[in-house]
C-alpha cells in the first residue's frame, strides 16, 4: 500500500478506470448485502460518541450506510480516485472522505492525534495488500482504536483466493469485473486463514469475539449465479 509497492499507482489506476456505475466493481455490493450483515456482529460494541474509520473505503459504499448508524463516519482509503468517487456519490454529505494510506503510520498517528480514539471498520483490506506492509496495516488499527475503540475487520478466506484463480483459469477467462482487479496487479485473496489474527496479536489487539460470513460480491461466475466468497471476521480491541 506504500508508494515503493506500486500499490498506490495500481489503485489509483483501477480506480480511475473502474466503471462509474453502482456495482461496477466486483467487491461493490449493496450495503444490504455486506456491511448489513455485519451490523450486528460489532453494533453494541462500538462506543457511538467515537468517531468511526471506513478504512478501505473505495466509493463510499459501506460508509454511507454506516452513517445512518454512527454519528460521524470518516471513509478513508489510499487511491485519490477512489475519494473522489465517494465524494462525488454523497451529495448529501452524510459522511466524510480522506486520502489515508493505512501503512504510513505517521499519517495515521497524526490522524488519531485529530480524532482521538476512534471505531475501525475494516472490510478487504489485508487480503490485497503487500506482505510487507500487513504489520504497519495492523498496527494502523491498534493506533486508531487507541483504548477506547474497537475494530470489527473481515477477510476473504484462504479458499477464497482459490476459487478466484479458478475462475481465472476458467476456459471462459475471468469473469469482466475479476479480470479488471487483475489487470491491475492486485491479487485478492493472497494471505492465509493463520496469518490475519496473528498479525492482530502482533500489534497488540485482543480478538473479543471471530466468525465466518459469506461476503456477496456484484460478479456472477459462468453457471450465472452470484459470486459469494468465504470470509472471516474478528472483533478486536486493544490488548490490556
Not at 480511475?16 to 467487491?27: F, I, K, Y
Not at 452513517?67 to 478513508?76: H, K, S
Request: aromatic share 6%; net charge negative.
Amino acid at each position: 500500500m506504500t508508494e515503493s509497492t506500486g500499490y498506490v499507482r495500481a489503485w489509483e489506476e483501477f480506480w480511475r478506470d473502474a466503471p462509474p456505475e453502482p456495482g461496477g466493481v466486483l467487491w461493490d455490493a449493496p450495503a444490504q448485502e455486506t456491511v448489513a450483515h455485519h451490523l450486528p456482529m460489532f453494533e453494541e460494541q462500538f462506543d457511538v460518541e467515537l468517531p468511526l474509520i471506513d478504512v478501505g473505503c473505495g466509493n463510499g459504499t459501506q460508509s454511507r450506510y454506516l452513517a445512518q448508524r454512527f454519528g460521524r463516519v470518516l471513509g478513508v482509503d489510499l487511491s485519490h480516485a477512489a475519494i473522489a468517487r465517494a465524494r462525488g456519490a454523497d451529495r448529501a454529505g452524510v459522511a466524510e472522505y480522506r486520502q489515508l494510506d493505512a501503512a504510513n503510520l505517521p499519517a495515521v498517528r497524526a490522524l488519531h492525534a485529530e480524532l482521538g480514539d476512534a471505531n475501525v471498520y475494516l472490510r478487504g483490506v489485508l487480503h490485497q495488500c503487500d506482505s510487507r506492509d500487513l504489520p504497519r496495516v495492523a498496527e494502523a488499527i491498534a493506533l486508531l482504536v487507541g483504548e477506547r475503540g474497537r475494530a470489527f475487520v473481515v477477510e476473504l478466506a484462504e479458499e477464497a483466493g482459490r476459487v478466484l484463480r479458478g475462475l481465472a483459469q476458467g476456459p471462459a477467462g475471468p469473469p469482466p469485473k475479476l479480470a479488471a482487479v487483475f489487470q491491475h496487479g492486485i491479487a485478492p485473496g493472497e494471505v492465509s486463514d493463520q496469518a490475519i489474527p496473528a498479525l492482530l496479536t502482533a500489534a497488540r489487539l485482543r480478538v473479543l469475539a471471530s466468525g465466518e460470513l459469506p461476503l456477496a460480491t456484484t460478479e456472477s461466475g459462468p453457471d450465472g449465479e452470484r459470486i459469494v466468497l468465504p470470509s472471516a471476521w474478528w472483533l478486536v480491541a486493544r490488548g490490556a
